[in-house]
């Protein structure tokens, strides 16, 4: 799993990057931000799955810690 953040100013991005492998660890990890913070997210791809989490960059750092976290488990 490859978890990549961007700030942009006022607005942030984080991008979760995972193989087909890693299911259930990409779905629990993005169900997790979705539940910590209020951002929006965008998900492509089968076989290399890969999510874009959006939103003000403060909701974006509770996001990423969330994201640290549950990649960890």
């Known amino acids: 799993m490859k978890v990549d953040y961007q700030d942009k100013g006022a607005i942030a991005t984080i991008t979760i990057t995972s193989t087909v492998f890693e299911f259930r660890k990409h779905n629990r990890v ?42 960890a488990i």
């Open 30 to 71: 993005i169900d997790a931000v979705l539940f910590a913070a209020n951002v929006k997210v965008v998900r492509s791809g089968l076989f290399l799955m890969k999510s874009v989490i959006s939103g003000p960059s403060t909701e974006m750092l509770r996001a990423y810690k969330t994201v640290v976290r549950e990649a």
